[in-house]
Each structure stands twice: as C-alpha cells, then as structure tokens.
C-alpha cells in the first residue's frame, strides 16, 4: 500500500500529492485509526493546501503498539548480534535503493529542498549501516576475583523504547533512534510531529521488508496527548524525544514516573565565533551553513555570530551578498537551495521575531519578509526571505531566544576573552563554532565553550559516527557514535562463585 505511494513519487510535482493511506503501523501493517475524530490536517509547506488527515491515537491504541512492539522484543533480543546486523543492512540497502522517491515524500511534508532532503535519506541509511557494523560487537567484560571466582558483565537491551520525533528531519531523526534501538536488541514505538506523519510509516514499512519480527519498529500518529500515553506507559522502558526545551521537561517528568531512561535532544542558540585571523571565505560560508539549512529550522545552528571587529564590514559585506543570492522556490525543483516554513504559526513567529529585533535597534541587512514565489501554486506556500540582522546586542530577544527560521544575528566582538564569556552566557548550550588560523586558539575556544559539539572551521557537519547532543538545558544523552550503545542498553553483573560460600553466619 505504501509502495503505491512510493511508487507515484518519482511523476509527483509541488501541489499534487494527497495521502489517504493509514499513517499508522503496528504487528506489522498500516493500522487504520479507530475513529476518525479529532483528525487534523497536514499542510504541504509549499502550496499551503492539505497533503493529508492524522488522527491522533488513544490510548487503546498505543496499548496495542507497546504490545506489538513488545512481542517482538521478545524474540528480536534473543538473535545475535550478526543476525540483526544483516536485517539492518538489508533496510539500509532498501533506503539506499529508493532514496529519491523517500526524498520527494520529504520535501512534499516537510517543505525543505530536495538537496537537502536527498543528504538526509542518505545520512538515515548510512546510521542504519553504522549500527548494523556495532550490533555484533556488543560485548561484556570478564574480571577475575581471588581464588578462581570470576565476574563478568553482559550488555542487555532495555525493552521497548519509545521515541518522539521533530518535523525538521522526519526520517533521518526515526533513522536515528531506532537503528542504535534496534541494534542493541530492543523494539521501538516512534510517533513523528503531527506536522510530518507521513515518512516514518515508510520506515516501518522498510524494516518489515528487511524482515524486523512484527512490531519491531511501530508508528503511533499524535500530538501531545498521545505523547503522554506513550510516556506514562508502564510498558516503555526507555523515551527519546527531540523538541522544544519545554517540552522536554514535561518527558522528563511524565517519564520520572516510572523511573524510565529519557534522552533529551533539545534546542539551542549556538555561538558561532569568527576571528580576524580566519580564512575569510571559508568563514562566510561556515556562517551560511550554520543559519540556512532546512529554512534555519536546524536546533544546533549557529545563530548567535560573533564577528572580530576588525573584519565586521567585510564580512557583513559578503555574507549578505550571498544571502541575498540563495534561491527561493519550489523545494522540488534541483535550482532551490531554501523551501517553505513548515507552518504558516511558525512562519508568522519567526516574522515577529524580525519585527521585535528592529523594535529593540537591530538592522536588517537582508530578508525578513514574506516571500511570495513568482509560480502561482506557491501562492499561498509558507516562504521568507532569509534575513541578515546587523547591530544586535546579547540582550536582545533575537539573540536570546531560539527563533528557529532564518535569521543570523550579527554581533561584534574584540577580545578572545570577552567572547569566549558572551557565547557561554546562555542557558542552551547544544552547539558551537570556531573559525581561526591559530591551532592553539581553535584549541583552547572548543575546550572552553560550554556546548554538546564544536566545530573547527565548518560548521553543521554531523556525520553518524560521531555523537551529537547538548550540554545545559540542550538536553542530555547522545545520538550516534559509539557512545549511543550505552544509553540504549543496560548492563548485568555476573559473579560466579568457584568454591565454598564463606558465610558469617
């Protein structure tokens, strides 16, 4: 059924697609809501029309999840680690192949470039792979005690873990946390955005084709009701959510409850700082791609740029010639480098977010308007213009607070020293960024910036086998790498006794 979908990707223009398949999947199939009450639109960003109705489900309905998807846990934690390996690989494989029909379905709901969205599907497949190599060397350690006792510990799946994704990157971020799930032996109940419901089922529907039991990988559709059901559920053992910092305290304290594992990747106004001694070029672009990807929807972007003021007018000069350069349009055509706002409430924030910094004395160099595309069917699409704000000061609300949309704010700076203090004066601390010709500086800045990741000289380069998460209220815990294994699996002591039991009793 979802093939057919699939299937009309690769004729499917802006303003064609409309979805009435089952955005539900659990014992594995599409899985029809119950009632069709309380059902929302889902809007195409680009054309503003509606792609499709989710039907947030109850709570009968994620009982069924968390059981299917506990059933198959059962039988999914006793293969061996090579045995996942090869489904996992069979499901990248699969992604791989169709890459370009699931970019297109992308692009449709979510409203970034086909650019992009083709990165993402590739860098989901390429996570998947990354834990299908880790999944048969899941290991334990062996410690010898005195008189030939022995310890040794086994790595053991949590059970069924339950993750909450972001509308900005719907499959890469169900990418994300059900291969290191999968691979660790556990199951995993994802419920996309309400905003984007319409990729993970083809996810789920993928790994059922690589041969997953039944149930190993369900999709719940909902919003913030059916986020409570899933994190107060006795029978989840594990949340993952990425979003707001609001809502991740409410995941947080619905999931302290039951005394579950929670990872947190959470928002972030990330500093990015720029030094007079940086390859200028290099710099500039670093500046693009830290405020421009997926419509600066991006929650690691590094929004807050501090400029030595030496180089502020060059740099200022050159950063917004090209601003103004990036291509608006239809996120399906190869030319467009920015798309649509997901939501016509989210582009009418970030717009007010323009309007209170020229309030509060900042700039606009470039952009911060509505942008309405020349081709008629965009008309009514959710687009800006990327915007540029010069003369901003760290009080002021655009640097303060995360706008999530495109907009670089602009802030001089002199000394290593007073930056280094400016850029860590926030409560987020996700990422950061560093662009300098001296090693020791580059150095000495990422030791001391209070952030998840820093980049040297690049900025939002985040390849799977690196671990990427926040400090502060960014959240906590990691997403890819290694290091990931261990918040998606416990371990077990074993002691072994080789003689008599030595009691004092």
């Not at 004729?11 to 409309?18: I, P, W, Y």
């Not at 928002?267 to 001694?277: A, N, R, Y």
């Amino acid at each position: 059924m979802a093939q057919s979908v699939l299937d009309t990707m690769p004729a499917a223009a802006t303003g064609t697609v409309l979805i009435t398949d089952p955005l539900n999947f659990w014992g594995g199939k599409r899985v029809k809501p119950r009632t069709e009450k309380n059902a929302e639109p889902v809007f195409e960003p680009a054309t503003g029309r509606v792609l499709c109705q989710m039907v947030p489900c109850g709570s009968e309905e994620v009982d069924e999840a968390i059981k299917s998807a506990h059933t198959a846990y059962l039988q999914w934690r006793k293969m061996a680690g090579m045995e996942r390996a090869r489904v996992m690989l069979e499901a990248a494989r699969i992604i791989r192949e169709r890459r370009e029909k699931i970019a297109k379905l992308e692009v449709i709901n979510n409203g970034k470039s086909i650019t992009e969205a083709l990165v993402d599907i590739d860098v989901s497949w390429q996570c998947i792979e990354y834990y299908a190599g880790i999944a048969g060397t899941l290991a334990g350690q062996h410690i010898q005690l005195p008189g030939g006792t022995f310890a040794y510990t086994r790595r053991e799946p949590l059970g069924v873990c339950v993750g909450i994704g972001a509308w900005n990157y719907p499959f890469q971020v169900a990418s994300f946390k059900s291969a290191p799930a999968l691979a660790c032996g556990n199951s995993m109940v994802f419920k996309p955005s309400p905003m984007t419901p319409v990729t993970a089922v083809i996810l789920a529907e993928i790994y059922k084709e690589a041969g997953v039991p039944d149930g190993l990988f369900c999709v719940v559709q909902g919003g913030a009701d059916t986020g409570t059901l899933l994190c107060h559920h006795p029978g989840a053992a594990k949340v993952s959510f990425t979003g707001s910092v609001p809502t991740g305290k409410k995941v947080m304290e619905m999931s302290a409850k039951g005394v579950k594992h929670v990872t947190l990747e959470l928002g972030g106004k990330s500093p990015l700082l720029i030094f007079k001694d940086c390859e200028l070029e290099n710099a500039v672009k670093g500046a693009l791609m830290a405020n421009f990807l997926t419509q600066g929807q991006v929650c690691c972007n590094g929004t807050r740029v501090y400029v030595q003021r030496e180089i502020l007018p060059q740099f200022l000069e050159e950063v917004v010639k090209r601003t103004k350069a990036i291509p608006l349009g239809d996120p399906l055509l190869d030319g467009t480098r920015m798309g649509a706002l997901i939501s016509k409430p989210q582009l009418d924030k970030v717009l007010g977010y323009v309007s209170q910094a020229k309030k509060e004395g900042a700039k606009v160099l470039c952009g911060g308007e509505p942008f309405v595309p020349s081709d008629p069917k965009l008309k009514g699409g959710y687009f800006m213009s990327p915007c540029v704000l010069d003369n901003c000061r760290d009080d002021m609300t655009c640097v303060k607070e995360e706008i999530f949309g495109p907009v670089m704010s602009v802030l001089p700076f002199d000394t290593e020293e007073e930056v280094m203090a400016r850029a860590n004066n926030s409560t987020f601390g996700l990422a950061s960024g560093v662009f300098t010709r001296d090693i020791s500086r580059a150095h000495r800045v990422a030791e001391n910036l209070e952030a998840g990741t820093c980049f040297i000289n690049n900025y939002n380069i985040s390849p799977v086998e690196v671990p990427f998460g926040g400090y502060k209220m960014s959240g906590f815990g990691r997403e890819n790498g290694q290091v990931t294994i261990e918040y998606y699996s416990q371990l077990k002591t074993v002691v072994v006794e080789m003689g008599d039991v030595e009691s004092l009793f």
